[in-house]
């Protein structure tokens, strides 16, 4: 008797799901796999600096890279840096894996291991040197912290004294700072990104889809900025006659309660999320 290729992978919930993994499985080389990065491939910690990919996280990827059309990391952080936070750099295996850095604005591949950038917006610099009073007008300013993103700016609030409290406050204020200077904001798990419009995380695992003439494609993330990217991977479904296959995988769901009820396959975390990308690479 033949085995089941889907034999002790988890199976999705949803019949899109199910069409989306199958699919994979049949022709892996027309696929590609998106991965967001922290929360996703790296678990959420109160520095995101101190943010790394779970150890079995390369390996894992380094075994489906080669059997896959390609692996895509899809990130707010710029390029470079969830190259360095990842571990990627000078893995075999890892031809096949590109880092999309600032929502698509930048690129690395691993051929090359160059990072392709555009010039800054000039509305972050302006944000840039704004934004410290902007929180300092607020009592809840206090504990949170302005992380520097190169292309973006965000600003944390989880080490506040009551971190739920002071994202809402600064919702208002940051949203009026990003618009004076031709910015959004980009809503997070306690983070509030000030970013140049035009680029999100659908626009570009679409256009890198579309790129690599993929047949089928597997989205994984676990906040809201991954709203977009789980929009473009159902948009997906309906194009041309048969659409292109797709799963979306949410990775925890207990802070982004919206990403997991459009999800297809709920997995608690990074470790699991590794879990399944290293089942994923022994059944193809």
Same mark, same amino acid.
């Given at each position: 008797?033949?085995?089941?290729?889907?034999?002790?992978?988890?199976?999705? #919930?949803?019949?899109? !799901?199910?069409?989306?993994?199958?699919? =994979?499985?049949?022709?892996?080389?027309?696929?590609?796999?998106?991965?967001?990065?922290?929360?996703?491939?790296?678990?959420?910690?109160?520095?995101?600096?101190?943010?790394?990919?779970?150890?079995?996280?390369?390996?894992?990827?380094?075994?489906?890279?080669? &059997?896959?059309?390609?692996?895509?990391?899809?990130?707010?952080?710029?390029?470079?840096?969830?190259?360095?936070?990842?571990?990627?750099?000078?893995?075999?295996?890892?031809?096949?894996?590109?880092?999309?850095?600032?929502?698509?604005?930048?690129?690395?591949?691993?051929?090359?291991?160059?990072?392709? #950038?555009? /010039?800054?917006?000039?509305?972050?610099?302006?944000?840039?040197?704004?934004?410290?009073?902007?929180?300092?007008?607020?009592?809840?300013?206090?504990?949170?912290?302005?992380?520097?993103?190169?292309? /973006?700016?965000?600003?944390?609030?989880?080490?506040?004294?009551?971190?739920?409290?002071?994202?809402? /406050?600064?919702?208002?204020?940051?949203?009026?700072?990003?618009?004076?200077?031709?910015?959004?904001?980009?809503?997070?798990?306690?983070?509030?990104?000030?970013?140049?419009?035009?680029?999100? &995380?659908?626009?570009? =695992?679409?256009?890198?889809?579309?790129?690599?003439?993929?047949?089928?494609? =597997?989205?994984?993330?676990?906040?809201?900025?991954?709203?977009?990217?789980?929009?473009?991977?159902?948009?997906?479904?309906?194009? !041309?006659?048969?659409?292109?296959?797709?799963?979306?995988?949410?990775?925890?769901?207990?802070?982004?309660?919206?990403?997991?009820?459009?999800?297809?396959?709920?997995?608690?975390?990074?470790?699991?999320?590794?879990?399944?990308?290293?089942?994923?690479?022994?059944?193809?």
């Amino acid at each position: 008797m033949g085995s089941n290729p889907e034999r002790s992978l988890p199976t999705p #919930t949803t019949p899109a !799901g199910r069409e989306g993994l199958a699919a =994979l499985l049949a022709r892996p080389d027309r696929a590609v796999v998106a991965l967001d990065f922290d929360g996703t491939l790296a678990d959420i910690v109160p520095d995101p600096e101190q943010a790394r990919a779970h150890p079995g996280a390369v390996p894992a990827i380094a075994a489906l890279a080669p &059997k896959v059309a390609s692996v895509a990391v899809i990130t707010g952080r710029p390029a470079g840096v969830a190259v360095r936070h990842g571990g990627f750099a000078g893995v075999p295996g890892l031809d096949h894996l590109v880092v999309l850095g600032h929502y698509g604005a930048e690129r690395w591949d691993a051929v090359s291991g160059t990072v392709h #950038t555009p /010039a800054p917006h000039p509305g972050v610099a302006a944000a840039r040197a704004e934004l410290p009073g902007v929180l300092h007008r607020f009592d809840s300013w206090h504990g949170t912290w302005i992380e520097e993103k190169g292309q /973006a700016l965000a600003v944390h609030t989880r080490r506040a004294a009551d971190p739920p409290a002071a994202f809402d /406050a600064l919702r208002g204020p940051l949203g009026e700072l990003a618009a004076r200077h031709g910015l959004i904001v980009e809503p997070g798990r306690l983070v509030l990104e000030l970013r140049p419009p035009g680029m999100d &995380k659908g626009v570009a =695992l679409a256009k890198y889809v579309r790129e690599t003439d993929a047949e089928s494609v =597997l989205y994984a993330g676990d906040d809201l900025g991954d709203l977009a990217a789980y929009a473009a991977v159902e948009k997906l479904r309906t194009e !041309g006659p048969d659409g292109i296959p797709g799963l979306l995988v949410c990775s925890g769901s207990a802070e982004v309660p919206e990403l997991a009820e459009r999800a297809d396959l709920l997995l608690p975390g990074p470790a699991a999320v590794v879990d399944f990308l290293a089942a994923l690479a022994r059944h193809l």
